[in-house]
């Protein structure tokens, strides 16, 4: 059973720091594409940044050159660092294996505010 556990979040002013980490397990993490996704108050699931088995990363024009997505196969751990953060991040951030919107754990809570 394929479970993704994600962690780091929390209230942070615009400008700040955060680290999130997705535990993986239940299937073959270092074989597999990772993606966190985030949805806002009202708005629909929006790609924020993907991860190849390869370690090639892609991002959003929103967070690009502000996050950062990274991988350590060795812990099964999916990791976004978030960095320069706006009030327009705040929102459930989930991991999802292969980016399939449906193969996403229960999320972690971003709330920028000032």
């Known amino acids: 059973e394929v479970q993704l556990v994600e962690s780091g979040g929390g209230f942070v002013q615009p400008g700040g720091s955060l680290r999130l980490s997705c535990a993986a397990s239940?299937?073959?993490?270092?074989?597999?594409?990772m993606c966190w996704l985030r949805q806002a108050p009202g708005k629909g699931l929006e790609r924020v940044s993907t991860i190849t088995s390869g370690g090639s990363a892609l991002y959003g024009d929103s967070v690009k050159g502000r996050f950062s997505i990274s991988r350590d196969n060795a812990k099964s751990t999916l990791y976004l660092q978030l960095n320069d953060l706006r009030t327009e991040d705040t929102a459930m951030y989930h991991c999802?294996?292969?980016?399939?919107?449906?193969?996403r754990g229960q999320g972690t809570q971003v709330t920028v505010s000032s």
């Open positions: 239940g299937f073959a993490f270092s074989g597999a594409a």
């Open positions: 999802s294996k292969d980016c399939d919107y449906e193969a």
